[in-house]
């Protein structure tokens, strides 16, 4: 059918052609665009199927270097499917990316390495992917410390700052404010024990371990075997001889670490030293000044890491004398920025070296001899205090209790600082306690406890206490060092020794110095005191220890051992995240606190916050409030510190005066000296070449084992080439080398010497010996003393114990249990004994308080005796204590109170509180007495308590010590001179209210001693009544004598006037006591009641007869006679030998029987005794009278 043209439906349909052919290009349009999307749909799921693949893969796995295999992949441009597949093969063992290790992955391997050991690295990297130990010896330098083969030099010095300082070793400090200036550094001092043997060191070709104080007497490169032979020749001579050497025992090690660090505030060692100990303070202080020059002028020193502050070491007395010649050169500047915050604190030491350096000392060392001294008899003011007082005091508290209080005082770990600080805090605990003392002398004894607690903490509280500011702490230590020095000044050394006084005013000192130069350097700062002195060296010394399981080294393992220490600490410093830090951050309550952290510290340390002049009075003012409520007003008043260091010669360092430093002997002009040789050192070390010795800063070539003494093959080493010292995995205990070394040097020599051949040294450490090479390294080990491993136990290691002198735990040995007296009388610490005393020309007596008891042959010092032990004739044992001074009492009538005071035993003021106040009598003159206890409720809580004696008691004693004594028999004057003599004073003799001495004993004539004749005097015999000098006495009465012992008539004897039985060698009569001593300056001192002894009288000199004075009638001993009760022997005149023994030393007639003769005198006592017949024939004794006698 055809449309018309033009016709509507034709127009119609082509529309709708139109619109089906372009409904049909869409739909094919459509339809591809579907395609492309489900194609790339199949593109994304295929994609998110490899993710979860991926995912799935690392959640059921743990793939090793994952980070460094994406990183490949997506530097590759691999796809999700290549990273799974590679993740696939790396879990297989299949594929390890090939790449670089970054200096995180090297120290995260070093640190698994050298903290875990070999093996756990060789687990981790199979693990984790860590790296090899193989290219972790490749990529990995350790710093390597010298030890010094003598004395510490510059080249030494020079190196080891160099190695360790390096930013590619350790990363340089900065400022606390961009562009301001470095705080300063401590440089610490301290010895660690060492194996005493000799080692090789490769790079230098020459014997260490020697000591530096005789090594300079031999010669160390070893060139050929000569060497080593002279070496072990020197090494056996006498002690006495000067060409002799010996090995180091200990080795001094010299770090430095910064202040003013809250992390990162680990020492670096700059010096390491072998030593006997026996070096010369002038000696130490020369190469202290060569090592502060070299650190000022290297590169790595001053410049980049800050100048240093002040030197510390532990208290050693070399070091204290070095450290106090060097940083006493000069007064500080008053116009400098630290003089005007320093200058004008009064009592402050303003002392310093040439560039301001001050010295200080260890606190935990003091803690330790705080506590030393706290186990020791010391005096506070009066008051003696021993360790059994200490016990007593401390075990009745509920958080001590008797068992930890002895341990608290057993000292037999000395070096313990939780025992130490614990025993600190326990005394400081008593001020809050109530006293429930029972006796008069407990109560005093626990008061000066409470005071020395007291004073103790306010030293120690500053180190552990968290909670405390900075302000708190410098109020403290301030308090401390005033009391410190009142006590000084009232008791010298018996409260605390000289040297205690010297270290810890040192370390107040210093602690104000480090303030300050804070403050100057920025106020931001924060100070924390624990960084005080050289208790960081303890930290390295335990990390050296531990590095592996040999806790004790030679020099060479301590050197290796240090030097990884120190880049441990380094490597945790550039990686900060992985160092834990301290795990505990909380010490409240805490008793035995040791270690404690900057990050533990709780209060405000910000050293801007704190005015010095402000808390130095504060602490002024808190001590002599302390010295008020415990030692008294008079004290107090009589130490006015506002007027003591008002004058500018007097501070805490010297409250004596000019130039007396407490804790130093030396005068003002030795000083003088002594900072000139110093000066000198210096000129000459600044003249040498400061260039950092770099060469020397790593080893290459072969590496060395880092923990062990393998010997290593260094052949290939040249001498210019530089050496690196690689970690490298540890031989099995089996292979240890130190088991397969020799015994001795013969030994390893097998009795041969050197090859005459070839004896010189080979380029591989050799030396051929018996047609064998020999390591050198080998041959200088076997140089070791007898005894040289040492003991891994702490206590005995420090003692220079060996494997062969193992000893068990000492015992607190003076200590003794009352209960080991249960079925006897037992007299014991703390009882009251009366005991006669001289004093003047009479014996009193005395009531003395009991500290302890001491046999005279030994320095033992027990706690209780038994009454029958003490009284026994002879006895041997010495009660010590202290002389009680009493009153009348206005309590108890007819009785005597104690004042709480004790007597003096000397007038002067100058001496020590022991010498003054403590005694030693024998025991066989003391009588227990039984007091009772009254209570002064008008005074103090704490000063009611005092002893109560009856009359009648006293008055008993006297006549049971007379009675015991037997002072009627005339060998009482041995006894007599056996009482102590106690000079008059308002305490003794005790006094009733009329001021009369009331409790003097009688004393029989012979126990008189008047004052003496002068030697001139002229006086009458009592035979011939002939008036003659006192000094020709002797003489005369002795014609008397002889005529009588001689049976000749004698004209010249009045009547009625007889020559007594055994009469006096002075007058003539009976009754006249005698005792012979020997003198302290040597020779024999006569003492004799007859008044006509004279004044000066030479023994000597009177037993020679000559005719112008021929008496020979001098004192002798009797051999024959027992000892008399004070374990002397009894003298007798020399004219009186024979009759006294035919009365006291009859025997038997050998032929006649009931006749008793003389007994035979021994032959030393024939010789003595023997008169010449020249001596008669001078007396007027006719010959056949001394014939007839002496047949």
Known sequence: MKWAAGSIWKTYLISLEILLKSMSEKLQQYRGQAKLVNKRLDTSMNKIGDYKRILMQLGSNNVSRLQQLISVSLNRGSSARSIANKITQSI????????????????LAFLCKSIGGPRLLFTFQKAFGLVSERTLRRMTRIPKIFASLGTPSSSDINHNISAFFDPLVKPLPEPLDPGGTLPGHVLMFDDIALESKCRYCFDRRSVMGLCREHSHNVKMNVTDFEVLQKIKEALSLDEKDEKRVCIGKNATVVAIAPYARREHYFPVPLILSPTDGKEKWESLASWIRILLDEWALHEFGESKSGPVWAIASDGDATFRRAHHAICMEKSLDPESDLGKILCGIPGLNVQVSREGISATADPKHIFKRFATNTRTEFMVLQVKIQNEDVLNVLAPLPQVG???????????????????????QHLASLKDIPDQSKTPSAQIRRRALEFIGQFFAYFTFPFIKPHMSLGDQLISLATYGHIAAALWLESRGQCMSSQLYADSQAVVKNIFFTVARLQVTNPKHEFFLIHEGSDRLEKLFADCRTLDHGRNFDIRQLSEKIGVAALINSTYERNSDLDRGHRRLNLDNTFGVDRVNPKSWKGNVVVGNVKLRDVWYQGQEAATKVIREYLGDDIATKHDFKKLFSNPDHDLLRPEGKDKYIGYSETKDQLKNSHSVLSQISQ???????????????????????????????????????????IEEE?????NFEDQLPATFTELLDDGGPDETNSTLKPRHTIPVKGKEISIDSLVSALATKHWKRVTMRTLRVQERALEHLVGPSRIGFLVNPEDYQNEAVVKIGDLVAFPARVANK??????????????????????????????????????????HLSCSAIAQDGWEWTRRYVPLQNQTNISSKARYSIKIPSILMRPLNPSIVTQTSAALHDRLRWLLKNTDLKDAIHKLQISLDLNNTDSIHLFHAFPNIPSSPYFPYCNNAGEPTLDLELPKHLKFGPRFQNRKLVNCFMCEKELEVQTMRNHVGVHILRVMRDQEDPDVKPGNEIGAEPCGFCGLDGCSLRLSEAPTGGLTVTSSCIYQPQTWNIKSAARSTPESPCSNVPIYCHLCPSTITG????????NTSIHALIHHPQQHPSILDVLVPADLPGEMLVASHISKDEERYMGILEHKTASYRH
């Open 731 to 735: 031989e099995e205990a089996a292979d």
């Open 843 to 884: 014996v009193s007596l005395a009531v003395l308080e009991v500290t302890g008891f001491q046999h005279s042959e030994s320095r033992k010092v027990s706690g209780a005796q038994s009454y029958d032990e003490l009284i026994k004739y002879g006895s041997q044992i010495h009660v010590l204590g202290q002389i009680l």
């Open 402 to 424: 008797r068992e930890a209080a002895e341990q608290l005082l057993d000292p037999v770990d000395k070096q313990n600082v939780p025992k130490a600080v614990s025993l600190i």
């Open 92 to 107: 297989r063992g299949l594929y390890s990316p090939h790449v670089g290790f970054t200096q995180r992955d090297i120290d």
């Open 1128 to 1135: 002397e022997k009894r003298a007798i005149w020399k004219y």
């Open 684 to 726: 000459s070390s600044q003249s040498q070449n400061h260039a950092p010795a770099l060469n020397h800063l790593v080893r290459k070539g072969p590496s060395l084992p880092d923990f062990d003494a393998t010997i290593v093959d260094s052949g290939d080493i040249s001498d210019d080439e530089t050496t690196e010292v690689m």
